[in-house]
T-cell receptor, first 114, second 112 residues
Framework: KAGVTQTPRYLIKTRGQQVTLSCSPI?????VSWYQQTPGQGLQFLFE???????NKGNFPGRFSGRQFSNSRSEMNVSTLELGDSALYLC?????????????FGEGSWLTVV | SQQGEEDPQALSIQEGENATMNCSYK?????LQWYRQNSGRGLVHLIL?????REKHSGRLRVTLDTSKKSSSLLITASRAADTASYFC????????????FGKGTKLTVNP
């Protein structure tokens, strides 16, 4: 069974550009979440999607957005990139929402903004 | 802001020794999960312990949870060089959210 798959694994963007990251959850998983990891702030929750609806959102500016498709695949977009957006972006999936779900992570997408 | 706090921040041991990492959190939880992260890689799920459980084992891993103290510990027995990684605890809030709140992690180095 394939794990959580994220693409691309590495990318370099210039300030002011936008970026789209993709995530394919584990087959059968319907909940997808995104996290940002930086050396300074650690792992921080971005948003959670379930049944194509955003269920929860972290404390990030509106430049960060996401969506989920009917096949549970998800994308996140960051517009008007800033140097501080350089980070490892991690996608996670779980079978359902609610108590006791093991949450699995992908390998992440390394974003460098120059 | 981080809910969890891992202790110690860094730990260096010899192969074969046991490694104990602690995690404290602030609010009521449904579950607590431990993850491992090798440098530059994603998070690997190690173990989930529910709020009504006190101890759980998985191979060389032993996790305890004390909800009265809002703390958990991860014990790795007979450590190996391959255990070198950062270890994070993550808690979820009540209410069905899949949002995890992570601590800053413990960086474990196992010397061969």
């Amino acid at each position: 069974k394939a794990g959580v798959t994220q693409t691309p694994r590495y990318l370099i963007k210039t300030r002011g550009q936008q970026v789209t990251l993709s995530c394919s959850p584990i087959s059968g998983h319907r909940s997808v979440s995104w996290y940002q990891q930086t050396p300074g702030q650690g792992l921080q929750f971005l948003f959670e999607y379930f049944s194509e609806t955003q269920r929860n959102k972290g404390n990030f500016p509106g430049r960060f957005s996401g969506r989920q498709f009917s096949n549970s695949r998800s994308e996140m977009n960051v517009s008007t990139l800033e140097l501080g957006d350089s980070a490892l972006y991690l996608c996670a999936s779980s079978r359902d929402r609610g108590r006791g779900n093991t949450i699995y992570f992908g390998e992440g997408s390394w974003l460098t903004v120059v | 802001s981080q809910q969890g706090e891992e202790d110690p921040q860094a730990l260096s041991i010899q192969e074969g020794e046991n490694a104990t990492m602690n995690c404290s959190y602030k609010t009521s939880i449904n579950n607590l999960q431990w993850y491992r992260q090798n440098s530059g890689r994603g998070l690997v799920h190690l173990i989930l312990i529910r709020s009504n459980e006190r101890e759980k084992h998985s191979g060389r891993l032993r996790v305890t949870l004390d909800t009265s103290k809002k703390s958990s510990s991860l014990l790795i027995t007979a450590s190996r060089a391959a255990d070198t990684a950062s270890y994070f605890c993550a808690t979820d809030g009540r209410g069905g959210s899949e949002k995890l709140v992570f601590g800053k992690g413990t960086k474990l180095t196992v010397n061969p």
